[in-house]
């Protein structure tokens, strides 16, 4: 049995350690928080280098300077990269780490430069592990050269190359802009950004976005630059299909109906997509934490209090694993989480210092809200999807499948759909298809999204190799 009512049964242990996953901004400021209250974290990332997705870090040897690579955020990515830096020597820092499984108070490690097993018992633990791509698939998007849109940021920051040598830069969000704009001043060549969010929206969600002005500006300033430097940029459009060569061995073309409702073809040899983010949300549902559905998110997302604590007692979560709001939130909420933390171990706290970043971060969400007013979900996606849309790419599962088992299953939720027709059980476990398998089970079925429910996380939470299971039993056969 995993759930809070399990854990309110079982005492954290007293050897356990305090526990952060994830360094990016909302992991770097909670190791920060409680390394100057004397607490030593053990702090567990994915990546090779502290920074998360936002400010990723470069391998050593990388040519391009930071001003190239972040833009306006290149003096925060330092500022957070050195303050990280500074910590390494105090706390218990393992990079290039999977946390793969949660049970009870302990947590299963991939080392994966190593291949090897490990574990790590915990008595309190802040789960920062950022978020993930919205997809929403059309045809002909598992064809080489069609990424997401923070793949395509991936490629960039940390590889130093392009997606391709002809980009169309599809979906909506803030993100779409940031990444076209990333890709244009780096040398890219951007052909076009397709915005499914109709130019209106901008104007109605105007007076909201103008409390955070700075912020704004930045997004005013993307935008404007592309079009100075010829890339197209279009709003209200609908993304038809993505098209590709001889033998579908590469995209060649993205086609996509204007605002007019007038057909188009853009050439291109990739296609960045997505429409916005959403939570990475699999390791508080190991944890047993509490979920319920975020109208803000259109997902279920796991509760916390205002101070970043969960439902269940020693589990905080921080940063857009929580709630999608951004690098600058994402800090806040990191420090809160582990003054939160500090709070409950009876280390005495600057009262005053969590008030405020209580009131800083309510802001931040009024500002959230206006953005999905500019960049609002397409809603109607589902009813558009043809019945030969390939909805989970892992199990080549198809939009009229998914239809045909809904028919006949007028009651199931995602979980029950995803038992008889396989969607979502996949290398993925449903990041990139959960989120277009609910939309179309629910417009199938004619209830609200809500109502669906999640794909509830699985160990392992990302595929493991098969000679960790070889190294785990040898370390254990050489400890008898």
């Known amino acids: 049995m ?46 090779p280098k502290a920074g998360g997705q936002i400010y990723r870090r470069q391998p050593d040897g990388f040519a391009r300077s930071p001003k190239d690579l972040y833009g306006f955020e290149a003096g925060r990515a330092t500022a957070l990269h050195q303050a990280f830096d500074s910590l390494c020597a105090d706390i218990d820092y393992r990079p290039d780490t999977l946390v793969w499984n949660a049970q009870g108070h302990t947590l299963d490690l991939l080392h994966t430069a190593r291949r090897t097993a490990d574990t790590v018992r915990w008595r309190d633990v802040i789960v920062a592990t950022g978020a993930t791509d919205r997809v929403l698939p059309i045809p002909g998007w598992t064809l080489p050269g ?3 849109l923070g793949g395509a940021q991936v490629a960039l920051k940390y590889q130093g190359c392009a997606i391709g040598d002809a980009v169309v ?3 909506t969000g ?31 969600a105007a007076p909201a976005m103008l409390a955070q002005p700075a ?57 960045g997509l997505g429409y916005a983010l959403r939570p990475e ?8 934490c509490e979920f319920a559905f975020a109208p803000l998110h259109r997902c279920h997302v796991p509760q916390t209090d205002a101070d970043r604590r969960s439902s269940v007692p020693g589990v905080y979560l921080a940063g857009d694993g929580a709630s999608i709001m951004g690098a ?88 029950r759909i995803k038992a008889l027709c396989r969607v979502g059980m996949g290398r993925c476990q449903g990041r990139m298809c959960g989120v277009a398998a609910t939309e179309i089970l629910a417009d199938a079925l004619q209830v609200p999204v809500e109502s669906i429910g999640r794909i509830r996380g699985q160990a392992p939470i990302k595929p493991l190799p098969l000679d960790m299971t070889v190294a785990a039993a040898a370390q254990e056969a050489a400890h008898g």
Request: charged fraction near 20%; proline fraction near 4%; charge should be negative.
């Open 169 to 171: 830069f599809a979906g």
């Open 2 to 47: 995993i759930g809070s009512d399990f854990y309110l049964d079982d005492p954290r242990p007293a050897d356990g350690a305090a526990v952060i996953v994830g360094a990016g901004p909302a992991g770097i400021r909670a190791a920060q928080t409680l390394l100057a209250h004397g607490v030593r974290p053990v702090v567990i990332d994915e990546a």
């Open 328 to 415: 600058d939130a994402a800090e806040m909420s990191g420090e809160l989480a582990a003054l939160a933390l500090l709070q409950d171990r009876g280390v005495p706290i600057d009262a005053s210092r969590a008030s405020h970043l209580r009131q800083r971060l309510l802001k931040t969400e009024h500002f959230r809200r206006a953005l999905e007013v500019a960049f609002p979900f397409p809603e109607d996606w589902a009813a558009r999807a043809s019945d030969d849309l390939v909805v989970c790419r892992c199990e080549n599962i198809t939009a009229g499948e998914m239809r045909s088992t809904a028919a006949a299953n007028a009651n199931g939720d995602i979980n």
């Open 215 to 271: 912020v704004t500006a930045k997004g005013v300033y993307y935008v404007s630059w592309l079009m100075f430097h010829n890339v197209s940029v279009h709003h209200g459009v609908q993304l038809l299909r993505v098209e590709g060569g001889v033998g579908n061995e590469r995209v060649q073309a993205l086609v996509w109906k204007d605002a007019q409702g007038a057909e188009q073809r853009t050439a291109c040899s990739a296609v």
């Open 174 to 204: 803030p993100l779409l802009y940031l990444v076209a704009y990333q890709y244009a001043k780096a040398g890219g060549k951007v052909c076009a950004v397709l915005d499914t969010a109709p130019a209106a929206q901008r104007y109605k």
């Open 146 to 148: 069609v990424y997401t």
């Open 281 to 288: 949300t699999q390791l508080p549902d190991l944890l047993g």
